[in-house]
């Protein structure tokens, strides 16, 4: 019966107007892709040519404006050398690798452990820790902000990239819902069997869990890396004003063309900052991007 | 494992090694304006090496100099005084912020500090830097840099004689105009109240010729001495909003308004601007903009018509655009390690000749009251000179913002917003007031009630 | 289970707070009974933390309970500053008085800032020394119990030393009488444990390794003394083993095991408490005070609710008149963000996995750049390309669209302008998430739905909106809630492109700021803290109704076998 269906399905395709029909189809939307890629890739695409962009001045200098004509008229590298003679832009970009990194280790730590803890072990304030975790995440927080400046500063620990990691790290024991649900469908037969074996629960996670985790891990630190290049208020707070060495390219970057009383001519310097910030978090995704597109898949149904 | 523990540990001690070389011994800090960090580190370190040769004991650290943007600066200090410099530069209207309550900031107490302000500074300087708190007055801060606002403008379209009154530049601007291309007189940088001020504060010329303006804000620190709904204000704001009015989203040709969302710099080097009102930070923004088309002038006169004039200010009557006339100080941290120290090296940085020396080396516009008679600097014919003589000039016209007394002022004038209301009245968008004679003086008088008691409807 | 889901709403709360309250009395209790049936040492560790530790030998563990009593002592009577504001029993006072001294010109007053802070943090403090505290009298429980355990074995094990002593006579003819002996002493040892209702998993043990001394012996052919001292070692043997306290290598070894979880959940919970919960506090006790920007810098005091009545009383201040209008359109923007995102997303999805399109992977990477490029530089691009004079407007003037630059976003003529403008950009950010995420729900559809389809002869936009639609919404719903949540929140899109803007001269929030990016301008800009306080708690109550709402709809989800 089954097979029947589908030799009049196979005939049904065979037919030349059906074809047509279809390679219509197909056209139209490729069509409709190129379209939405060249939207989607218009303004990117903008920057990257902005940074390039060395249109002069009657006087020899550079405008370094927003301009009209999306093509530059004249093209170098002018705006790179600005970049690195006038401000501490090498200084930013090792800054975020430092943080970033460092964020990374511990968030992804701190974010696999309590997701499998919640996932795979069973105590007394487990339900409560979650509905705890879940109220908190709740809140906005911007307000909290100066708050932690003085917590910060407490510890002696304020207009320090340090502190910028700390305070980085320290949301990921809230941010554990994706991870947790990897853990989730690890199945507990893995674990119990390890238990018999007389394995302890540190060398069941950290000998049998950890290994099979690569996906999650990944996920997670990826996320965790990326962060500190694309946060522009907490790390502005904390970094403080006075020390332009001490900032991260994102605060760096913004504080350019629109800290006060910033330089609007500095937009072809900005771009150019941006180019070279996208390179490395651009490659990294999407060299990464499968097990971003797990996660975030992952995160959906649950 | 073994490797990701390897790159762990060896992240950490790199954190770590990197947080320990930060965390140095405390020195004498001074912030400054980004642009002159390096004149005022030489200057300190000179003052070091002069002060060991003279003393018997050494000075007991070095002094490091930093550049901070003033506004995030006075901010960040307010929220955590502790982790401010020993002598910090903010402009005037800061102080009077830092000032509140028993005051985040020290008062000079230094009697040669103090006659050096009185002998140097304008009396307008002079009023704005003191405060009172619990009851007795102190001069908080030592002024050593002057702003005000200029008209920089396209003299490639715009002639010394054009620039003169707003009417002149307003009809090149618009012979200039095409149907796709509507050219503004002028652009301005925002509708805080600083930027627009030069229709507030505007003063006419009375019949004997003198400058004359009925125009009051917290005159001498009384909280309601406000004043703009005088006939005077009223003819200003109603010539001036035929020329801020909006149509169809665009400012009209001929007309002045806020710079567009891709900034000045844009409007003036296209051509879609030919003047703009702004300070001397701007300076060199419009020197790649316009290159070497850039002018700069004194903010032009106008003249009201039969449509504006109002009460006692007839159709004819010249008045010469207002402005803010700030300076900047500087100000002493409370509690500083150093406070026995920290007047005399003010005392150094403040004086006549070291005001002469950065406006020479970095172009600080100097707070000394004779500077543009006695400094040689000021008279050379560049574009550099030109600005200062403009700015200068401006303050004859402009008086200083008068938030210093208090900072319920600065809140009052800016933050409840009331020069965005007059914005919006003069361009017709948004405004809550009808754009008639009676709306004008209901804004008005509101405006001057908020100011006065800080209430908003 | 289900049944109780189903219950009324009032029902449930009542419920709820009835086991609430038992929850709540039942530590007292058991704190109560504790003391009361403690021995002498555990009533010392009620006033002495670690004293019944140390006094049974736990010298680790009780030092620990002591040092942290000694410290938290210290630190309550010392009352050591930072930043000239006390911690300690000061920092009580000061949260109630938020200071008294102004200062004057040349010194500094009260920080009526930190002594909130401190005091906040103080009671958070206090809270973790009670738990300790508890925690110390719950170990000297346990060693009550093991040390009365203890005893009964050793009243036991002279017991059979006695016994032992009677059967020697019979031990010297071991391989004769074996099953005697054994039947002797295990016999004693079921009477002991009748008697004591203790030990019964102790005899199973213990008779077999008595079995085995005793055949060991048969094959060594023993001596009677050699016997004796054998049997007598298993006794001691396990005796020792039952009531031996756990060392305190032990209890640092259990945290890889046992305890395994506090390990994992302690380093990542203090960073929460430190940096989230904390702060959290004290932006919620803001919300009750006048710190605003005219108390910057110098001393604040509690208020109570005022702030909080001025949403409603229409006093003409910042947070009466412009509440309800942002909220309004926060709810506005979460609803037509969600919606539009979800069914272009959808849309994407569909036309990159369509039948016979060629290098999917290359359109999904073109998409996902908007994800992996951090958004202050697509945002701010955009910003700018959309500018006045910008790229944009140029073109549509090239097009003869319109005739001279238009502004779109922060600052247009009209707010709604800006606010279709924000959300259509919005598509751009978000469109690929939604493209991602249902990609792989599309990829999941059971294949056996479309042969059923095709049995009914259905074509193939029947089969979109029989199938393919309803089972998308049916998987994606959660997440169609959390992105509901997650745009009521959102900051990035509206504080890059438009900064709020339009202005609404007069006031600070724009006419296209949400809740947050409004509480971002009172913070930073404006410093009216304990408005934006009140802000951040009205926005927390909304999105947690929300979120409660969808937790137990997704419950009655769980519940349901199959979505048809």
Redesign the interface.
Known sequence: MKGE?TVV?DQREKTASYKAQ?TVG?IF??I??VI??I??????L??ILNAFRTEL???G??????????FPKRVGFDNFKTLFTTTAFPRWFLNTL?VA??SC?LSTL?TL??A??MSK?E?SW?KT?LRF????G???G??????????L??F?L?????AL???N??????GFYVAKGFFDVVPNSLVESARIDGA????I??KII?PLSKPIIIYTALLAF?GP??D??FAR?IL?????E?LTV?VG???M?????A???V?TT??AG?TI??IP??TL??SM?KY??EG??A???? | MKKLFTTIIAVFSLVLALTLTSCGKKQLTIWVGSECVDFYQEKCDAYVENYNATHEEAFPTSIKVLGVDAGAAAQQYLNDVEAGPDIFTIPHDNMGKLTAGSSNIYPIRSQSLIDQINNDNPDAFIDVIQASVQGTSYYFGVPYIAQSLVLFYNADVLTAEDVKTWEGISAKAKSVSTNDKLVKAADLLGDDGFNNSFLLLAKYFDADNNLTTSVKIYENGVEDANMVHGDDTMAALKWGARYFKVENGATIAGGIGKAGSSGWETDLKDGYALSLIGGAWNYKAAKAALGTKLGIAVLPQFTITEADAYGTISAGTVFQSGSFADCKCFVLKKGSAYQQYLEDIVQYLSSVSMQEEAFTAVANLPAYKNAAEEFAAMKADTLDAKLSSCQIKMFEYGIAQPFGFAQKYNTRYYSKNTPGLIYAWLTGVNSEYALTDAGLMELLQYCESVWSTGETK | MERAAKKPFFHRVGAWFARLGKSIAKPFKRFGLRFKNGSIYTKISYLLMGFGNISRGQIGKGLVFFLIQVAFILLMVLCPTINNTPLGYKAYINIVTLGTNEGDAFTHGDNSTLMLLFGVMMIILTFVFIAVYVANTRSSEKTDQIVKKGETIYEYRSDMHLLVEQYSEKLSHLSLNKEEVLAGLVSRTDQLIEENRRLPDFRDKYVENLKNALEKLEKEDASVDVAKKEILKVVDQEAKELIALPAFKDDLHSLLDGQFHMTMMVPAILMIVIFTLLPTTFMICVAFTNYDAAHQGTLFDWTGFATFVQIFNGSGTEISKMFFPVLGWTMIWAFIATFTNYFLGIFLALLINKKGIKAKVLWRTVFIMTIALPQFITLLAVRNILSNRGPINQLLINLGIISSGVEFLGMATSGLTARITVLIINLWIGVPYTMLQTSGILMNIPKDLYEAATIDGANKWQMFRSITFPYIIFVTTPYLISSFVGNITSFNIIYLLTGGGPNNPGYYAGKTDLLVTWLYKLTMDQMEYNTAAVISIMTFIITATITLIFYSKSKAFNEEDSFQ
Not at chain 1, 39 to 44: D, T
Not at chain 1, 62 to 70: E, Q
Not at chain 1, 169 to 174: H, I, R, T
């Open positions: 269906l399905q279809k197909l939307s490729y409709l892709l939405l890629s939207v989607w890739l218009y303004p990117i903008w920057i001045n009657d006087q200098d550079l405008i370094g404006v927003v301009v009209s004509n999306y430092l990194s460092a280790v701190f452990s309590v499998y803890v072990l105590f487990r820790y975790a879940m109220i908190l709740l809140f906005p911007f307000m909290s902000i100066m708050a932690i400046y003085y917590i500063k407490a002696g304020t207009h320090s990239l340090f990691i700390l305070v790290a320290s949301g990921a024991g809230l302890t629960n540190a060398q996670f950290f950890l990326t290049w694309m522009f208020i707070v403080g004003v006075e020390n332009k001490s994102a970057l913004y504080d063309i629109y800290g006060n009383h330089d609007t001519n937009f900005f771009c941006c910030v996208s978090i651009v995704f999407l991007q971003y597109i975030v898949t995160g959906s149904v649950k």
